[in-house]
Nanobody, 126 residues
């Protein structure tokens, strides 16, 4: 399975960005889709996930500002990011997994995800 990410940006603090991620190719059953990000010298961290049953866990920093959604007809995962802050500067990735049962912190743990799209840079200036 290939995951293609659309959208990147260098923006000022306070504005919004929207990313989309499209899965193509042979697709095993996908139970969880998620967005991750990685800043220089930091580990990759989960932003938000979209479960097979519609659940959408978020990282604390993303709650209230970011929204994950899925366009089923287009097999596309979306991430709407509002009120961006300089600390949101990172490379953003989408990922998927065929693991059905993810509990608690597993849902936003990079090691639980099997397929990854290429990263896209987001830079937020003060």
């Amino acid at each position: 399975v290939q995951l293609a990410v659309f959208g990147r940006g260098s923006v000022q603090a306070g504005v919004s960005l929207r990313f989309s991620c499209v899965a193509t190719g042979a697709t095993p059953r996908t139970y969880w889709l998620a967005w991750f990000r990685q800043s220089p010298q930091k580990e990759r961290e989960g932003v938000a996930a979209f479960a097979y049953d519609g659940r959408t866990p978020y990282a604390d920093f993303a709650k209230g500002r970011f929204t994950i959604s899925k366009d089923i007809s287009k097999n596309t995962l979306l991430l709407q990011m509002n009120s961006l802050k300089p600390e949101d500067t990172a490379v953003y990735y989408c990922a998927s997994t065929s693991i059905l049962r993810l509990f608690g912190s597993q849902r936003l743990r990079a090691s639980e995800y099997e397929f990854w799209g290429p990263g896209t840079q987001v830079t937020v200036a003060p």
